[in-house]
């Protein structure tokens, strides 16, 4: 009886040990610290903090801190960029920014329009299944929301497009990527930091609605005044959001 009675004593001590070990490692680990709470009659005029030190003063974030991206149409023979466009990241961010070919000159656009059938096209067997891309010059111009940011030189119909960009972020090193693109391509870029925008695909499904009335109305005057933007960039634009909209849903699952 007395030596189960002891053994009742020495787990009752051993557990308040216990308890007490628990507590003082809880008490390390906050710290030692509490919080005092203090009641003004009116909101302070500063903060308690004491000031240490005071860096520059902006009127706005500087480049060298903003994220950029740079566009070339080639690079010289050490790999630089030739006649680049540098844009804010945040300017092409869910913007509609496409890679499109012009005639250089108004002989290379007669060429291309002799070899369309005369009258209404039907159909799409009517069109030529070739063209003669040696009789054709072309200029690769980048826009962005349809104004040209950066264009090129003149090239024949069917040539590689040394097309390069980089990617400058501050807190990264930034390196030069190249994706040749053959003249008379029509591109769309994805420019997507982190979200696709909601409002901007609530605006492209406004006009992707606008440009079909339009299409369905058989009125050429305002037929002819849809651009290639209007009628391939805004779809082209959609796929590239809804792709990435999707893709970014799947990995946050």
Partial sequence: MESRIEMTVLRSERDGEIRKRRAHRRRLRIGGRKTIV?????LPSALPSRLIVKGARYGEVPDKLRSRIVFAMGTDILGDLVNPKTLPYASINNHRVTLSFRP??????????SLLPAGEITDLSQLPQSIPSYL??????????GTVVLAGTAMRLGEDL???????NPSSQSRIYQSPVVAGS????????????????SELKAKLESTKITLESQDQTQIASL?????????????????YAEYLATWQD
């Fill in 104 to 113: 250089a000159t108004t002989a290379d656009e007669d060429a291309l329009k």
């Fill in 136 to 145: 054709i010059s072309v200029i690769p111009e980048l826009k962005v929301e």
């Fill in 162 to 168: 040394p097309l390069a960009f980089q990617l400058i």
């Fill in 227 to 243: 651009t290639r933007e209007d009628l391939l960039g805004d779809m082209f634009h959609a796929g590239v959001l809804g792709y």
């Fill in 186 to 201: 029509y591109l769309a870029f994805a420019g997507i930091g982190g979200s696709v925008s909601s409002q901007k695909l």
């Fill in 38 to 42: 203090q009641e003004f009659p009116n």
